[in-house]
């Protein structure tokens, strides 16, 4: 078992120059960021935080519909690039933040409230579920809409390396009585997509992933 923090930077600096090129991680980009978008608020969100951005394959299909959005990853590698997507193409309302918001205090040095909340596979890799939906329920203003993307429950080897200590996916029904417990309400799942890969046992196994949404209350 690897003694590495599960925000191990090194493992996705190491792949940033080549994520891209990832048909299955592009396929699986794109439905998720359609069923983002599909879910969004009728009001378009004025402040919008995505954690877990990597290279933005999500985040330049849904900053177009935010006034504004802060982009944050633990990589400086997965920025770099998606830094260099931004300044290429111009784009004005992403700012990106290099931060570990697992880590105790780092919250505080994001501008919120946020009424726009998203990530994809990226809750995953966080340890504490509970407090980290907790946290993100402080960052959000009243009415705000959380949606994340992330795997079903699965066999423990979607990851290729074994070493690598992450929750494998999610029971729907726990994380809905995770993010009710955190605060959050009208909780709802959807199958965003479904992933088909071989595993390193070297079987095409079908990793469903879900979306779910909630909602900060007013009150």
């Known amino acids: 078992m690897s003694d ?19 048909a299955v991680r592009a396929a699986l980009a794109d439905a998720v960021a359609r069923a ?22 999500v985040t330049l299909r849904v900053s177009p519909l935010l006034d504004r959005l802060t982009a944050v990853d633990t990589s400086d590698g997965m ?27 780092t919250a505080s040095q994001l501008e919120g409230p946020f009424d726009f909340v998203f990530s994809s596979m ?6 504490d579920t509970e407090g980290f939906l907790s946290l993100l329920h402080g960052l959000m203003a009243p009415g705000g ?13 979607f990851h290729e390396d074994a070493s690598e ?15 009710e417990q955190a605060g959050f309400g009208f909780v709802s799942f ?8 071989k595993t390193r046992e070297g079987q095409i196994s079908s990793y469903p ?11």
């Open 190 to 197: 959807i199958t965003a997509h479904v992933v088909e890969k």
């Open 4 to 22: 590495r923090k599960w925000t191990d930077k090194q493992r996705f600096d190491s792949k940033a120059s080549e994520w891209d090129a990832n």
């Open 165 to 179: 200590k992450v929750h494998h996916g999610f029971v729907r029904q726990r994380l809905k009585e995770q993010l």
């Open 79 to 105: 920025l770099v690039v998606l830094n260099e997507k931004i300044s290429a193409a111009g784009v004005p309302n992403v700012a990106t933040r290099l931060l570990d918001l697992s880590l105790s205090g």
């Open 36 to 57: 983002i978008i599909a879910h969004l608020p009728v009001n378009r969100p004025e402040n919008g935080l995505e954690f877990g951005c990597g290279t933005g394959l």
């Open 209 to 219: 992933v879900f979306l779910v949404t909630a909602v900060k209350p007013q009150h």
């Open 145 to 157: 809409t959380l949606a994340i993307a992330d795997l079903d429950a699965e066999d423990g080897l």
């Open 122 to 127: 990226t809750l995953h890799h966080i340890p």
